[in-house]
């Protein structure tokens, strides 16, 4: 699987943006897509995932209630909705793919994603 991230920018704080992530290879609609970052001189954070059948959804704490995650499988799609951004929010977005063997429990790490996309710069200005 080969993933492309696109979409970030630079935006005010308040403000939104979505994220697209495009992956090419079979099987698309068994692998869980994931969203993580990391921001300047931080460790890289677990964002949202989305698993593959049941589509079963997990966010971050820092992003619940204000991010969403959905994804296309026909179009072979991935998207993260960014909305009432924050500054802390600042940072390059990974998507990442799992595959369906991999345990839900462990879906919020990053060890449990095999495929990276080269990362989209979210800068948020306050």
């Known amino acids: 699987v080969q993933l492309q991230a696109s979409g970030g920018g630079l935006v005010q704080a308040g403000g939104s943006l979505r994220l697209s992530c495009a992956a090419s290879?079979?099987?698309?609609?068994?692998?869980?897509m994931g969203w993580f970052r990391q921001a300047p001189e931080k460790e890289s954070e677990f964002v949202a995932y989305?698993?593959?059948?049941?589509?079963?959804?997990n966010y971050a704490d820092s992003v619940k209630g204000r991010f969403v995650i959905s994804r296309d499988n026909v179009k072979n799609m991935v998207y993260l909705q960014m909305n009432s951004l924050e500054a802390e929010d600042t940072a390059v977005y990974y998507c990442?793919?799992?595959?369906?063997?991999?345990?839900?429990?462990?879906?919020?790490?990053?060890?449990?994603?095999?495929?990276w996309g080269q990362g989209t710069l979210v800068t948020v200005s306050s």
């Open positions: 990442a793919a799992a595959s369906r063997s991999s345990i839900l429990s462990s879906l919020t790490s990053r060890a449990s994603y095999s495929y």
């Open positions: 290879g079979r099987s698309f609609n068994t692998y869980t």
């Open positions: 989305i698993r593959g059948g049941s589509g079963t959804i």
